[in-house]
Structures are given as structure tokens and as C-alpha cells.
């Protein structure tokens, strides 16, 4: 019985989002720091100075005040339940209750959101990266946010901090390297773990982690264990893979191996883009986020 409920609920939001009325695109801005909410390994973080990097919301009103965000970049829906810190991103194709927030307002025009599955509000200083979570209890400062007309944020012209990168994905893609800029030897320092968090590899796995990209679009790839191989085109910026990737079947002893090699040969097919920035290279999902970094040997 309760499952039934269960499934007419989450059918219910699904409906009602199709039904509704779409607002205009929106930007989530942080009412304490003032950054903009973009995309960071993964997940949402307030840290964008700039409104260009921010990622672009549709707002989708379902019944009362709840409401759910669709990022206008990859069609997906905003989740709060990614990891055991419940931090927010995109990639849902569906509302259901992880995706959907009670839109609390909280005066001069700023707004609280509050998880309907867990009951917390998001938050905006999570960590070094200001992630946003459903964490907290009670709305305060870090608790408050503005929501931009994306036509009133044209006028923000400020240039990110250093490091900061294109966190929503937005990373000049059709304006990006090409295969012959990309051919040569790299470590592989980086992968995304299940949970989509990208992750540095351990000392022991990042000293045997390798990629190599040759002129006709062979690429290798090993962690030490086995060896993968495909075919890849880039062109401004768009990365394909034209070949499904292939890979030796060896037993591995150090632990890990094997897991961040499957991972790799999965990400070889959800990457999308690639980004350049002098000796590092970053392969990214449709939606932006980032899946694999490489550092130029």
C-alpha cells in the first residue's frame, strides 16, 4: 500500500510538471556571498562570479510552494540526494521527491529551499567549494538565495578567480582544441566515482594511470592493470567516440585497478566536450560536469 502511494506521488509530480507553467530562466544566486550557483566536480556550488558561468534553471511550480529547477544545458532536473552529504546536481530525468524543494521566501526578494524528502534546507557554504546541500535545519544566512532573471544578469562582466575554471560546463565548447592539439602522453589524475564525484586517484594508482591520444584518433588508456583502446574525434571542443572501447581481460592485484578502469572505459562514452588549459585536459558529461582530468607528460 505504501509503495502504491509511493509511485502515485512521484506520477503526481511528474504530471504536474509537464502541466505547468514555465517560468523564465532563472540563475540561483548565494544571498550571503553573492556568487553565482555553477556546476564544481559534479555537483552545485555557489562560486561563480560571473553570471555567464552560472548554470541556467527553468523553474517548474508543482502544487503549494513546492517547486522543481530543469537545467536548460542537458534537459535534467536538480537533485539534493547525490552522496551522504544530500549535495545538490543535475542529471535527474524525473521529479520525484529528491527533486523537488518547498520555495520558502524569506523577504527582500530572497528565497529558502528546503528539500521535500528530507525535510533540510540547502545550503551554500558546504565545504572549501561552497557546494550546496540539503544540511541545515534552519534558514539563515548561507540558507537564502536570490533567483536571477537570466535577462537582468547580462551586465555581470566579472572575471572568475583564479582556478575557479567554467564549472557549468559552458567551456567554450565549439571554440575548444581539436584532435591535433590533444595528441601526446598523459597521466590520468582524476575519474568520477559512482556517486559522480570526481575524485583524485590514490599516489599509487595516479603513478601508473596513463593516456595516450595518437594523430589518427587511437587512444590507449591502462591504471597499471589492463589496457583499453578506441577511437576518438575532437573538433572544436566535441569529443566522440567512434569506436566502442575495448579492453584486456587480466586479473588486477593492487586494489582499484580494475574499478578505475571500467570507470574510464564508461566515461570514454558519456564524454561529450573536452576542455584544454595548458597541460590539463578535462573530459565532460553532456550537462557539463566534469568526468575524467589529464595532465600533459
Known amino acids: 500500500m505504501k509503495r502504491t502511494v509511493r509511485n502515485l506521488l512521484a506520477l503526481t509530480l511528474v504530471l504536474a510538471a509537464g502541466a505547468a507553467a514555465k517560468a523564465d530562466e532563472v540563475l540561483l544566486q548565494s544571498a550571503k556571498s553573492g556568487l553565482y550557483v555553477t556546476v564544481v566536480n559534479g555537483t552545485l556550488a555557489a562560486s561563480a562570479q560571473d553570471a555567464r558561468q552560472a548554470v541556467k534553471l527553468d523553474t517548474v511550480r508543482l502544487e503549494g510552494n513546492k517547486i522543481a529547477f530543469r537545467d536548460v544545458r542537458s534537459g535534467t532536473y536538480v537533485r539534493a540526494g547525490v552522496g551522504q552529504g544530500t549535495m545538490l546536481a543535475t542529471g535527474s530525468p524525473h521529479i520525484r521527491s529528491w527533486e523537488t524543494f518547498e520555495l520558502d521566501r524569506t523577504g527582500r526578494g530572497e528565497v529558502a529551499l528546503r528539500s521535500s524528502q528530507n525535510g533540510l534546507y540547502v545550503r551554500a557554504g558546504v565545504g572549501r567549494?561552497?557546494?550546496?546541500?540539503?544540511?541545515?535545519?534552519?534558514?539563515?544566512?548561507?540558507?537564502?538565495?536570490?533567483?536571477?532573471?537570466?535577462?537582468?544578469?547580462?551586465?555581470?562582466?566579472?572575471?572568475?578567480?583564479?582556478?575557479?575554471g567554467n564549472g557549468n560546463g559552458n567551456h567554450n565548447a565549439g571554440q575548444g582544441p581539436d584532435l591535433s592539439s590533444l595528441i601526446g602522453n598523459y597521466r590520468i589524475t582524476h575519474v568520477t566515482a559512482d556517486n559522480g564525484f570526481l575524485v583524485p586517484l590514490g599516489r599509487e594508482l595516479a603513478g601508473r594511470a596513463r593516456m595516450s591520444i595518437e594523430g589518427r584518433g587511437n587512444l590507449s588508456a591502462t591504471a597499471g592493470c589492463n589496457s583499453i583502446s578506441a577511437r576518438i574525434a575532437v573538433e572544436n571542443g566535441r569529443f566522440q567516440t567512434r569506436s566502442q572501447p575495448m579492453s584486456t581481460k587480466m586479473g588486477c592485484v593492487i586494489r582499484g585497478q580494475s574499478l578505475v578502469e571500467n570507470r574510464i572505459s564508461?566515461?570514454?562514452?558519456?564524454?561529450?566536450?573536452?576542455?584544454?588549459?595548458?597541460?590539463?585536459?578535462?573530459?565532460?558529461?553532456?550537462n557539463g560536469a566534469e568526468l575524467l582530468k589529464l595532465r600533459r607528460m
Request: hydrophobic residues 35%; proline residues 4%; positive net charge.
Open 129 to 164: 567549494g561552497s557546494h550546496l546541500a540539503a544540511v541545515s535545519e534552519r534558514a539563515r544566512d548561507w540558507e537564502t538565495f536570490r533567483l536571477v532573471d537570466v535577462r537582468n544578469a547580462g551586465g555581470h562582466q566579472d572575471r572568475p578567480r583564479p582556478g575557479q
Open 266 to 286: 564508461q566515461i570514454l562514452t558519456e564524454a561529450r566536450t573536452v576542455q584544454r588549459d595548458g597541460r590539463i585536459v578535462t573530459l565532460r558529461a553532456r
